[in-house]
């Protein structure tokens, strides 16, 4: 059964660094996409970053140039490298993944589209 597990989240001030991982295990599928969500208090879930089969990765236009999808294959964890955080990047963070995907096809940052999911870890940028 595929288990995913996020870690890392905490409270950092605007402008700080946070690095959250997110431990995957379980699955069998050959081609499958990744992704980073998350969900402020009061608002809908919405997609960050997704890591296409091909290993290709797509950032949200509202963290581009601020937040990174990378995976360590040898360690079965992915990751997402946040910097000059800011207030409104205040979130619970979830990592999720599909089930297998055509070879060639490429997923979209859609809830429905994901079918494992992470507990979330907390993210709270404040002065």
């Known amino acids: 059964q595929v288990r995913l597990v996020e870690s890392g989240g905490g409270t950092v001030l605007p402008g700080g660094s946070l690095t959250l991982s997110c431990a995957v295990s379980?699955?069998?599928?050959?081609?499958?996409?990744m992704a980073w969500f998350r969900q402020a208090p009061g608002n809908e879930r919405e997609g960050v970053a997704i890591l296409q089969p091909t290993g290709n990765t797509y950032v949200d236009r509202s963290v581009r140039g601020r937040f990174a999808l990378s995976r360590d294959n040898a360690r079965n964890t992915l990751y997402l490298q946040m910097d000059s955080l800011k207030p409104e990047d205040t979130a619970i963070y979830y990592c999720?993944?599909?089930?297998?995907?055509?070879?060639?096809?490429?997923?979209?940052?859609?809830?429905?589209?994901?079918?494992?999911w992470g507990q979330g870890t907390q993210v709270t940028v404040s002065s």
């Open positions: 379980g699955y069998t599928y050959d081609t499958y996409c």
């Open positions: 999720a993944g599909t089930r297998l995907v055509a070879t060639g096809s490429t997923c979209t940052l859609l809830d429905r589209q994901f079918d494992f």
